[in-house]
């Protein structure tokens, strides 16, 4: 099974940058869900978790994978690939980045009857950076 995740931006430059994915997990007395967001660094506040567009998890159109799918405007998607050594690539077939599964650096964050935990999935060297991704949000 081949882990899609699909990231739309707004224009970027030749540079290379690093990103994170997390999977966060969202609880309080009237709510429990799970959703991903794209940073620059480990939030350590609420106000550095809640700037950050929170993705919702959705089923991958590319047949029966499932995986996370952002989906919005800008110049396309980039999927990072399993199966091609966590490469991230433009729906044009051309490699973007590099990512790598993570562990650690994780994150909890509570603000009153909240809480955040964040599960650090992904560290990528592309030329897209967090606030990039998350400005291209549909």
Known sequence: ??????????????????????????TSPSTDFKNYQVHDFTPRTWDEMTKMYRWPEKSDVSGRKLGVRYKGSGCGYNAIYKDRNWGMYGRDGVKYGDCEITTG???????????VVGHHKFKCRSRFTAAQINQGRG
């Open 1 to 26: 099974m081949n882990l899609s995740l699909l990231l739309s931006a707004i224009g970027a430059s030749g540079a290379l940058a690093d990103f994170y994915v997390f999977m966060t997990h969202h």
């Open 105 to 115: 650096n994780d994150f909890t964050i509570i603000e009153q009857n909240e809480k």
